[in-house]
């Protein structure tokens, strides 16, 4: 599990791990934390784009 762990982290996918026990107790807070990690990744996305998109304009218009 580890090797395959390590291999899908290294293209992105992030994991996340729950007790087969916690996800039949507990499934609405499962649900929650897995929304909740989706919703940080999108947000880092985004400021990531943006960030390379303004560093990119800036670049262009010194150039242009």
Do not use: C, N
Not at 53 to 61: P, V
């Amino acid at each position: 599990v580890a090797r395959r762990d390590k291999s899908l982290e290294a293209v992105g996918v992030k994991l996340l791990r729950f007790p087969a026990a916690r996800v039949l107790e507990e499934p609405d807070a499962v649900v929650a934390e897995i929304l909740a990690a989706m919703k940080a990744s999108y947000d880092e996305r985004g400021r990531a784009r943006r960030q390379h998109y303004q560093t990119r304009g800036a670049s262009q218009r010194r150039e242009g």
